[in-house]
T-cell receptor, first 118, second 114 residues
Framework: AQKITQTQPGMFVQEKEAVTLDCTYD???????LFWYKQPSSGEMIFLIYQGSYDQQNATEGRYSLNFQKARKSANLVISASQLGDSAMYFCAMREGPLPNTGNQFYFGTGTSLTVIP | DAGVIQSPRHEVTEMGQEVTLRCKPISGHNSLFWYRQTMMRGLELLIY????????DSGMPEDRFSAKMPNASFSTLKIQPSEPRDSAVYFCASSPSHILDTQYFGPGTRLTVL
């Protein structure tokens, strides 16, 4: 089974509107972390947001928020007020396992290509 | 502050040649990761180090790949001998050990093996 599933290969959103990028994950480990990265056409990977499995509140970073639904094992990224510069690939990822020195595993999804339309 | 530095940014080589990719993590970061990205397989973790010690190398594809971290400010990923299927973008990332999940990526090395 896939550890991280991103079912939307491509998404379009009108500038200034909000968009949700879907991500579901699969783990039986009680301790895990979920994060989102942005990869513009230039190729670099940019960290956006992180959610720990024990965090009670949804993570937010500026225009980015993570809709964490633990029972459903989903960690959707919400981008509010989309900007043209948000056009990029977005990757959902998971760190499985406890903290350092204990063989954590990291998994990335296949990505969602977001295009913001002026 | 300087980010993660990788060199070279582009490498073109012929099958059978040795390739060495280099990475300088962000100063003060204790964890370092090597990833490979291809269209077919997406982003794969190859190996990661914590305090210069390899913690998990289960992602290293085969014995042709090796990685070292001789000190806290330098790591190498070596492929010997290289094959065309090794063509990919190789990313290095580093993370402060107390915030393991916040990984900062380098610009990547685009490797083409002819």
């Amino acid at each position: 089974a896939q550890k991280i599933t991103q079912t939307q290969p491509g998404m379009f959103v009108q500038e200034k509107e909000a968009v949700t990028l879907d991500c579901t994950y699969d783990t039986s480990d009680p301790s895990y972390g979920l994060f989102w990265y942005k990869q513009p056409s230039s190729g670099e990977m940019i960290f956006l947001i992180y959610q720990g499995s024990y965090d009670q509140q949804n993570a937010t970073e500026g225009r980015y928020s993570l809709n964490f639904q633990k029972a459903r094992k989903s960690a959707n990224l919400v981008i509010s007020a989309s900007q043209l510069g948000d056009s990029a690939m977005y990757f959902c990822a998971m760190r499985e396992g406890p903290l350092p020195n204990t063989g954590n595993q990291f998994y990335f999804g296949t990505g969602t290509s977001l295009t913001v339309i002026p | 502050d300087a980010g993660v530095i990788q060199s070279p940014r582009h490498e073109v080589t012929e099958m059978g040649q040795e390739v060495t990719l280099r990475c300088k993590p962000i100063s003060g970061h204790n964890s370092l990761f090597w990833y490979r990205q291809t269209m077919m397989r997406g982003l794969e973790l190859l190996i990661y180090f914590n305090n210069n010690v390899p913690i998990d190398d289960s992602g290293m594809p085969e014995d042709r790949f090796s990685a070292k971290m001789p000190n806290a400010s330098f790591s190498t990923l070596k492929i010997q001998p290289s094959e065309p299927r090794d063509s990919a973008v190789y990313f290095c990332a580093s993370s402060p050990s107390h915030i393991l999940d916040t990984q900062y990526f380098g610009p990547g090395t685009r490797l083409t093996v002819l």
